[in-house]
């Protein structure tokens, strides 16, 4: 009981302090609010951006006309020579003849994603815009019967000619590999939607005069069509994937995924800020004799460590459900998630409670508080942006056991964030395995901090204490 009573003391002592909503919460919640409404503005870009392109596509040969389509060379000068509102250049392209080099680029920043083309592109394409070329043809071609009387026959020819054309399907789907995270990115996204969209209007309306060319010839009909009018009154129909460059995840909703690295990184940031207030509680009783009057009572080393840490482990518990009840006011979260993904979260969120507090006592144990607060609140506030993703993307070093492991595994951070990350994309009990493996390092590594802690805080701190 005696611990019980000492972390409900320190918890008391750290809601009423002032410093506490506006460093620990204010902070986080500042960059959760500016980060999570910027991933919501997403919009063309304005800024030149270089992309990769790849592409396996091979021709195709147009059964009517015997015209060679080359779709893929199209699409690549429609995405070179188009242009923002501004007047910029919207993409600079470097060609890739390896998918996996194209990824290692992405991930190494050297160009912000990376188009893939199917090895059916032109097919696919030259099928979708024939089949509202069709459209327009026959939609035309029936306005003409009462126009043109005399020329029944070869417009009933002509209609039975594109016929085909109306009974092709197509599933065109492109690749764009990037990284979420980065707005960059999803500016490149988006501009893609945007270019496919044109492009396949565009070409709707040549193929439509190339087919109506090519039966006004066979037919010797004396009319001309303006088919120019026609393919607004059309919508094309396309996909564009999302692909997570290096691990060829598609992602079907980036916003989640975005949200899935920027909630753990801030709450990571809140129950860090709040380490800051364990160096100051330890220098206050530390000069006011506390930690001397110890050998005094039956309160062991132990014990007083022991307070402060479950005192610290209920902060970040708390925290953490505070930064997720705020996300969901906001629209960044969603309570909608696997059972075992709240287990997960909250227990990781604990043990970053203790391994946060002991580091801060140790930190604060050895260095004066006004320059150990300093410290931790710059390590705060940098490393979880790292350890988070939002400026790097983490590349794995050497696999063992079927898990990657890279320099950031040494920070005990990394974890934690897997964690929480994994467990807000968790679906299935059956993805629980690789939230579980995070989850025993984090716990292995909370054994360790808080073994290390505990014998250095109670051999030199509390043995030198009355020293001070």
Do not use: C
Request: proline content about 2%; glycine content about 4%; charged content about 15%.
């Amino acid at each position: 009981m005696i611990v019980v009573d000492l972390a409900i003391t320190r918890i008391k002592q750290v809601i009423r302090s002032k410093e506490f909503y506006f460093y620990v919460i204010g902070f986080p919640l500042f960059f959760l609010i500016l980060f999570g409404f910027l991933s919501k503005g997403w919009a063309p870009t304005t800024n030149t951006l270089a992309i990769g392109f790849y592409s396996s596509d091979n021709s195709v040969i147009d059964p009517f006309t015997g015209e060679l389509l080359d779709m893929e060379q199209e699409f690549y000068n429609a995405l070179n020579s188009h242009q923002s509102d501004k007047g910029l250049k919207t993409f600079n392209l470097e060609n890739y003849t390896d998918i996996d080099v194209m990824d290692a680029d992405i991930q190494e920043l050297t160009v912000e994603g990376g188009i893939e083309l199917p090895d059916d592109f032109t097919n696919q394409a030259s099928n979708i815009t024939r089949f509202y070329a069709s459209l327009i043809l026959t939609q035309s071609l029936t306005e003409a019967f009462n126009l043109y009387p005399t020329e029944w026959f070869g417009i009933n020819e002509s209609l039975y000619q594109i016929t085909p054309y109306l009974e092709s399907s197509a599933n065109l789907v492109i690749k764009f590999h990037g990284d979420v995270t980065l707005q960059t990115t999803m500016q490149a996204y988006t501009s893609i939607w945007q270019i496919m969209s044109e492009f396949l209007s565009n070409f709707t309306v040549i193929h439509a005069n190339s087919i109506w060319s090519e039966l006004k010839s066979t037919y010797a009909l004396s009319f001309d069509l303006d088919l120019s009018q026609q393919s607004n009154n059309n919508s094309i129909s396309t996909e564009v994937l999302l692909i997570s460059a290096g691990t060829g995840d598609v992602v079907e909703d980036f916003q989640s995924e975005f949200y899935a690295k920027l909630l753990p990184g801030q709450i990571l940031q809140t129950i860090l800020m709040s380490a800051v207030s364990a160096i100051w509680l330890l220098d206050a009783e530390n000069k006011t004799g506390m930690l001397k009057r110890l050998k005094l009572t039956r309160l062991n080393s132990m014990q007083y460590l022991g307070g402060i840490l479950l005192a610290w482990t209920v902060i970040a518990l708390l925290q953490g459900i505070f930064m997720l009840l705020f996300a969901a006011i906001l629209g960044f979260f969603s309570f909608a998630i696997h059972p075992l993904a709240w287990l997960f979260m909250l227990l990781s969120m604990m043990l970053l409670g203790i391994i946060t507090a002991t580091i801060a006592l140790l930190l604060g144990s050895f260095i004066q508080a006004r320059v150990a607060a300093p410290l931790m609140i710059l390590f705060a506030s940098t490393i979880h942006m790292f350890v988070a993703e939002y400026y790097i993307d983490i590349q794995p070093l050497f696999s063992f056991a079927g898990k990657n492991f890279s320099w950031f595994d040494l920070i005990f951070l990394r974890p934690a964030f897997l964690v929480m990350k994994n467990s807000m994309l968790m679906e299935t009990a059956n993805q629980a395995t690789g939230v579980l493996f995070a989850l025993l390092l984090l716990f292995i590594w909370a054994v360790i901090i808080f073994a290390v802690g505990s014998i250095v805080f109670s051999k030199y701190k509390l043995k030198y204490a009355e020293k001070e």
